[in-house]
């Protein structure tokens, strides 16, 4: 019923910026919250930031200052800045959604297809 489609991702250096978008298609009423994850082999799927529709936000304590969540509520998007890099950030990124998909509170959970994310010199 809902997709969503990441991009952005790369092969960035230390110290640098990425930015990565994730859009959701489909019969949307609207957004509960949309969120960020990412997973590398050695860990297991971690909370990077969530931002519910109305715009508040959590943040992974080793992101905090470097990252930012965004949303965009009328293109059903939400982005992940992210600045100041480090080789930690390494990771498959997910994109995370929650949605009401009508007036009777109808919701959909579910995952985008991930993003690979490379910080290295």
């Not at 909370?47 to 109305?54: D, E, K, R, S, Y």
Request: glycine residues 14%; contains cysteine.
């Amino acid at each position: 019923q809902v997709q969503l489609v990441e991009s952005g991702g790369g092969l960035v250096q230390p110290g640098g910026s990425l930015r990565l978008s994730c859009a959701a298609s489909g019969r949307i009423f609207s957004i509960n919250d949309m969120g960020w994850y990412r997973t590398t082999p050695e860990k297991e799927r971690e909370l990077v930031a969530t931002i519910t529709g109305g715009g508040g936000t959590t943040y992974q304590d080793s992101v905090k200052g470097r990252f930012t969540i965004s949303i965009d509520n009328a293109e059903n998007t939400v982005y992940l800045q992210m600045n100041s890099v480090k080789p930690e950030d390494t990771a498959v990124y997910y994109c995370n959604g929650e949605f009401k998909l009508d007036v009777f509170g109808t919701t959909w959970h579910g995952w985008g297809q991930g993003t690979q994310v490379t910080v290295s010199s």
